[in-house]
């Protein structure tokens, strides 16, 4: 199970060009569920997006492409709740296929917008302040106003509910990997949302004048990942921890299909050897890996 999840983190598709919405799995819906206590999924086959539910109201993480605010609403109302009760809107990082569809989102629900301070920029510029993409066109969205710049380790509580921002930077400045508690069965469940730790191609990461400090964010970023206590294994894409294999054995009866901290560490580990072999071979070092680049955005 932990190879195919590994497998699938590593062919998640990222063409530095859109993908066609009308038949990518970026915007294939997906069923949506109940995760576990108060977490749902509302994203599609490949870009993922949560819903966790309150008493005074919704929490939103990722608004994915421009085209998915429908989809996104579409979800949440057939899990029974209203769309126009989002009330806080998050992102795991500032690229188009995790945030080009949160200006539209925040016009329909007028909720407020919270970002980690370093992707702020790029968010509020539509893509083009981006460290890598932002001569590239086809990287751009729609810019959206930010209510909060958030920091590492500050929370984002709403009804009862307390969402925990770590900074696990060097895909993006702001990179954000989310963590929260559920209850389960009279059990406490540690929940990971995995902002990525891809290094995209083309990314330089010696002698990067745009951003100086990649390396070093992803090594720590890394640290982070591998410190968090981790139950419920989820990413800002489904191929990072396998959404379909995991929801197809949920539907057979598998209550904890979602239940893997071993796959979580393995995910981390691979993703972490993948940045070192990668660095390695910019650094003239002469390690060798068969683990490549994920192309993830």
Not at 63 to 84: D, M, Q, R, T, W
Not at 131 to 137: I, S
Not at 277 to 294: D, I, N, T, Y
Request: charged share 20%.
């Amino acid at each position: 199970m932990h190879r195919t999840v590994l497998l699938l983190a590593l062919l998640v598709s990222v063409a530095v060009a859109r993908v066609p919405a009308e038949d990518s799995s970026w915007s294939k819906p997906f069923t949506p569920f109940r995760i576990a206590g108060n977490l749902y999924y509302v994203g599609s086959e490949e870009l993922a997006a949560y819903l966790v539910t309150t008493p005074q109201g919704l929490i939103l993480i990722n608004s994915n492409l421009e085209s998915s605010p429908a989809l996104i609403h579409k979800s949440v109302e057939a899990l029974g709740f209203h769309y126009s009760d989002i009330k806080i809107l998050l992102i795991s990082h500032g690229h188009f296929d995790h945030c080009a569809g949160s200006a539209q989102i925040l016009r329909e629900t007028g909720a407020k917008y919270y970002v980690m301070a370093s992707d702020v920029s790029v968010v509020e510029s539509g893509g083009h302040t981006d460290f890598h993409y932002g001569n590239d066109k086809s990287m751009w969205f729609p810019s959206a106003h930010v209510d909060r710049s958030l920091h590492d380790g500050e929370t984002v509580s709403l009804g009862g509910v307390t969402l925990t921002g770590h900074l696990t930077a060097g895909h993006t400045r702001g990179t954000t990997t989310w963590t929260l508690d559920e209850q389960e069965g009279g059990l406490t469940l540690h929940v990971v949302i995995v902002g990525s730790p891809n290094v995209n191609p083309g990314y330089k990461l010696v002698g990067n004048m745009e951003y100086p400090q990649i390396a070093r964010d992803y090594a720590h970023g890394f640290g982070v990942l591998k410190g968090l206590p981790c139950d419920i294994f989820l990413g800002a894409h489904g191929g990072y921890f396998g959404l379909a294999a995991k929801f197809a054995r949920l539907q057979h009866g598998d209550r904890d299909a979602f239940v893997d901290p071993a796959g979580y560490k393995a995910y981390v580990a691979d993703r972490e050897q993948a940045f070192e072999a990668e660095l390695a071979r910019q650094s003239g070092g002469a390690a060798r890996s068969h683990r490549k680049p994920s192309p993830g955005l």
